[in-house]
């Protein structure tokens, strides 16, 4: 049996209102060059601007956003970034504007690299 019509109505009002005023959580991914930062979002996402590369050679450009579900409802914000190690990349003005907008990381690392200080440097001052 369906809700009545006054209660459905309720519920449509207090979600709209929640949409209007609740910040919408981003996830910021995070990591080196090839470690799967894009392949993340687009699995959880279904997004094909997120471009998956083959794992030796940088695909992201520049940093983007992908929502979730879509723009118009999204509940969750992806952040993809550039791939730390990369050539000619300094990741001084991303740490500084994503560190303030998003509210979790999702680090990548890749299963056999054992070379981690690259990653663990800039997450300690993000962390300060």
């Given amino acids: 049996m369906p809700p009545p019509a006054d209660a459905q109505d309720a519920l449509e009002t207090d979600l709209?209102?929640?949409?209007?005023?609740?910040?919408?959580?981003a996830i910021w991914l995070f990591g080196k060059t090839g470690s799967g930062k894009s392949s993340v979002?687009?699995?959880?996402?279904?997004?094909?601007?997120?471009?998956?590369?083959?794992?030796?050679?940088?695909?992201?450009k520049s940093s983007q956003r992908f929502d979730f579900p879509n723009t118009l409802d999204r509940l969750l914000t992806f952040v993809d970034t550039r791939g730390l190690g990369e050539a000619s990349y300094d990741p001084t003005a991303d740490i500084?504007?994503?560190?303030?907008?998003?509210?979790?990381?999702?680090v990548t690392v890749?299963?056999?690299?054992?070379?981690?200080?690259?990653?663990?440097?800039?997450?300690?001052r993000i962390r300060r």
């Fill in 16 to 25: 709209q209102q929640l949409r209007q005023t609740a910040p919408v959580p």
């Fill in 41 to 60: 979002i687009r699995y959880l996402t279904g997004a094909e601007a997120a471009i998956v590369g083959e794992g030796y050679r940088p695909e992201t």
């Fill in 96 to 106: 500084a504007h994503f560190d303030g907008t998003t509210q979790l990381m999702l």
């Fill in 110 to 124: 890749r299963a056999g690299d054992h070379a981690l200080q690259g990653i663990l440097e800039p997450l300690q």
